[in-house]
């Protein structure tokens, strides 16, 4: 069964340090998300993308942030000024249409 | 008033067991709903997608009331391995965007 891939597995950065973190979405899935959870809170959105553009970010999304899609099979989330409140779980996703969406087994940044 | 609100639990269960969650929503322009579950530490996995009419897979049954913008798990006959946390979540009329509840934790034991 296809499955969303990341990588890698768990980040250490220090403070101001940029991180990327890399997917690799579900091959014939057209929609990629980028999604955190913060140790003990609940899932929360970031960014929605299709057809090389975003399409939809949330407040949390902001500057710091950007995501690409750098070749037909990557979709990368980049960091600039890693902060502190940064540490989280980050979960890639993709889905065919808008709706049921298949996430990747996530990324733990943790930043010092 | 939170948009997604779950019982965070924990329910703690006997195998063979039938165990019900409940899950409400503030806003009615919510679209779509799902019922994910989430093993510690990893990520969100799609259960079911709920559908208006009520839907069953296997041992697990969700059921949607918009009127009062409710949506409802149930499994049937619990396993040691349906141990997880639930997270009811949902999808806005024209956006990506998933909201995800908090989740309920379930832990059934032997």
């Known amino acids: 069964e296809p499955e969303v891939t990341q990588t890698p597995s768990h980040q250490v950065t220090q403070m101001g340090q940029e991180v990327i973190l890399r997917c690799v979405p579900i091959?014939?899935?057209?929609?990629f998300y980028w999604y955190r959870q913060i140790l003990g809170q609940k899932v929360e959105f970031l960014v929605s993308?299709?057809?090389?553009?975003?399409?939809?970010k949330s407040e949390i999304f902001d500057d710091q942030f950007s995501v690409e899609r750098p070749d037909g099979s990557n979709f990368t989330l980049k960091i600039r000024s890693t902060k502190l409140e940064d540490s989280a779980m980050y979960f890639c996703?993709?889905?065919?249409?808008?709706?049921?969406?298949?996430f990747g087994p996530g990324t733990r940044l943790t930043v010092t | 008033r939170k948009e997604v609100e779950q019982d965070p639990g924990p329910f703690n269960v006997p195998e063979g067991a039938t165990v019900a969650f409940n899950c409400t929503y503030s806003?009615?322009?919510?679209?779509?709903f799902f019922w994910y579950r989430q093993d510690c530490r990893k990520e969100p996995k799609l259960l079911m997608s709920?559908?208006?009419s009520g839907n069953e897979d296997g041992r697990f049954t969700a059921q949607l009331n918009r009127a009062s913008q409710y949506i409802s798990l149930l499994i049937r006959d619990s396993k040691l391995s349906d141990s997880a946390t639930y997270l009811c979540?949902?999808?806005?009329?024209?956006?990506?965007?998933?909201?995800f509840g908090s989740g309920t934790r379930l832990q059934v034991q032997p």
């Open positions: 996703a993709s889905s065919v249409e808008g709706n049921e969406q298949y």
């Open positions: 091959s014939n899935h057209l929609y």
């Open positions: 993308f299709y057809n090389n553009e975003i399409s939809e």
């Open positions: 806003n009615s322009a919510s679209q779509s």
């Open positions: 709920v559908y208006s």
């Open positions: 979540v949902i999808q806005e009329t024209g956006r990506r965007a998933l909201t």
